[in-house]
């Protein structure tokens, strides 16, 4: 009898220090106007809404995240600064450039933007390749690769962004989230990355009822405690409220098609040296490789096949400025770390090989 009354006091005592403390956290959040902190990163979002080109790193950051990329070192942080425009670039580029001075701008998805460093990304080492090479002239290689861009983005970068910056150049290496993103998140030709997330927004009304309507008493429960959003932040109502938005928002249906992305590429590529070459630049695309474990999928295999044989036949024939690196790291699958981003060292091979096609034609001169 008397355990029993020890466990009952005991009982009461924690549920009343549990009651203080909620009603302490909530003076406290009322007086600061605090909110549950988000799961996702708040200080930084690789996908910023932005006008016109869908999204982009967010600007002006100087920040240190945890990437999904498992570099080969003690930490997998990845320091990411970038500029007023979301490019990873540190500090701001004037419109008018200097006489000496000649500006690359490297298009591209994640695999353009990513590295450890700012300066261990593709378009930092491509600068310091050909800086090294031309030492009477200021190279500058602005990285403007965005996270899960496709082609139709990069050429929305490339009118709305890159063209008030007097490019000399502009390379654009990809071509895997074209057909990626057809796979995996929004199936439709020629529409950007989740797209759907962003028609389903245009019925947020039933959406965010439905949403309501899939939470538990218990969830509710722990959505309106301030010490468990604090223990959890995801169990707070404002993300599982968004968990089960983003849940609905699943693309409509559709079937992939390798050749009509194909062209779809490579008509993005024309326009882009068509816009180049009216701002008078240099326009360089590169379909860029992927593991060689995914590459010998059937999808993968036809449209790798489609693009290296129009690429070829468009080299030789129209002279167009695309090139293949498909198969270039097939005897270095160990840099890849997972089906198409590389660790650093890939980035070197990139930028030598990049580098040796421009001044091999021309692209910059004594």
């Not at 540190?90 to 006489?99: A, E, H, L, V």
């Not at 604090?230 to 169990?235: E, F, K, Q, S, V």
């Not at 090139?323 to 060292?345: I, K």
């Amino acid at each position: 009898m008397v355990k029993l009354q020890k466990i009952l006091q005991a009982g009461a005592i924690l549920a009343i220090s549990l009651v203080l403390l909620e009603l302490l956290l909530a003076l406290y959040d009322g007086h600061t106007k605090t909110r549950p902190a988000p799961d996702k990163q708040t200080a930084f979002d690789l996908r910023m809404p932005a006008p016109y080109i869908m999204f982009h790193a967010t600007p002006d950051s100087d920040v240190t995240i945890t990437t999904n990329q498992q570099h080969r070192t003690e930490t997998p942080a990845t320091r990411f600064i970038t500029n007023n425009e979301g490019f990873r670039h540190q500090g701001d580029i004037p419109y008018r450039k200097k006489d000496n001075e000649i500006r690359i701008f490297v298009l591209g998805g994640s695999v353009v933007l990513h590295g450890l460093t700012n300066e261990s990304t593709i378009p930092a080492l491509l600068e310091k390749k050909l800086q090294a090479r031309f030492k009477d002239r200021k190279i500058i290689c602005i990285n403007t690769g965005i996270q899960s861009a496709d082609s139709d983005q990069e050429l929305a970068v490339l009118v709305h962004q890159i063209l008030n910056y007097q490019p000399d150049i502009v390379i654009a290496l990809d071509g895997f989230n074209d057909i990626w993103t057809r796979m995996y998140f929004e199936p439709r030709l020629g529409y950007p990355f989740n797209w759907s997330t962003y028609e389903n927004a245009w019925q947020s009304n039933q959406r965010l009822k439905q949403a309501l309507a899939d939470l538990s008493t218990l969830d509710m429960i722990l959505a309106m405690s301030r010490i468990a959003t604090r223990i959890n932040p995801g169990l707070s109502l404002e993300n599982r409220l968004a968990t089960s938005f983003f849940s609905q928002s699943e693309p409509p249906a559709g079937q992939l098609d390798t050749v009509e992305i194909a062209v779809r590429l490579l008509d993005n590529w024309r326009k882009m040296s068509i816009v180049t070459r009216g701002a008078n630049s240099k326009f360089l695309a590169i379909l860029q490789p992927v593991n060689p474990g995914v590459r010998d999928q059937p999808v993968f295999r036809s449209f790798y096949g489609i693009m290296n044989k129009a690429i070829r036949q468009l080299h030789e024939k129209n002279s167009l400025p695309f090139y293949s690196f498909d198969r270039v790291l097939d005897q270095q699958q160990d840099l890849f770390w997972d089906p198409v981003h590389t660790y650093d060292e890939a980035h070197r091979i990139y930028a030598e090989k990049i580098s040796a096609i421009l001044v091999e034609n021309g692209y910059i001169t004594d």
